[in-house]
């Protein structure tokens, strides 16, 4: 997973923009152009369709909506379309790119370090949304991340682990 970090006045990400416990705020949502200026990905492998709700620094939620048309689709399985599961993962892991790599300090290229306890515990058919959250654990050093992540359909756990990245200048 690679990212450059874009800084948007309409999306405030540094620490100063951040409400305070007591406030209740809107949530910080992105479309798919914004999403492109934070993530390299592209076709066939931008993975995002839309942020539903951000917290800089914390988590995001995102949303993959599957559809028939993918490339993937045509060899797995014919007959039988399944979403890959290493694809479930990859969109967790960009879901999770958009949280990284806007915090401050954080410049580079954010790469897999690692995925732990990973499971699957449905398929992801054509005509599903997944619905993926990732929340930051921790950063070290502004060069190392580890994120819980999960993607669920129609509010049924599909996949869930903890990604971690590796930031490469």
């Known amino acids: 997973m690679a990212t450059t970090v874009v800084k948007d006045k309409a999306h405030p990400t540094n620490q100063e923009s951040q409400p305070t416990a007591d ?13 492109h200026a934070l993530l390299p990905h592209r076709y066939p492998f931008a993975l995002v369709d839309r ?3 951000y917290v800089p620094g914390k988590q995001a939620v995102g949303l993959k909506n599957v559809t ?11 007959g039988r379309p399944i979403m890959p599961g290493v694809l479930i993962v990859e969109a967790m ?25 990973v499971r699957f515990r449905r398929p992801v058919v054509p005509g599903d949304q997944l619905v993926i959250t ?16 999960k993607a669920e359909v129609d509010g049924q756990l599909v996949c869930e682990g903890t990604l971690m990245f590796s930031v490469v200048e």
């Open 23 to 35: 406030e209740n705020p809107t949530p910080i949502t992105l479309n798919l152009e914004q999403i």
């Open 51 to 53: 942020i539903i709700d």
């Open 68 to 78: 028939f048309n993918e490339p993937h689709f045509q060899g797995h399985f014919p």
């Open 93 to 117: 892991a960009q879901v999770g790119g958009i949280v990284l790599t806007q915090m401050p300090g954080v410049n580079g290229l954010c790469m897999f370090a690692g995925i732990d306890k």
């Open 134 to 149: 990732t929340e930051l654990l921790s950063v070290r050093g502004l060069k190392f991340g580890k994120m819980q992540a």
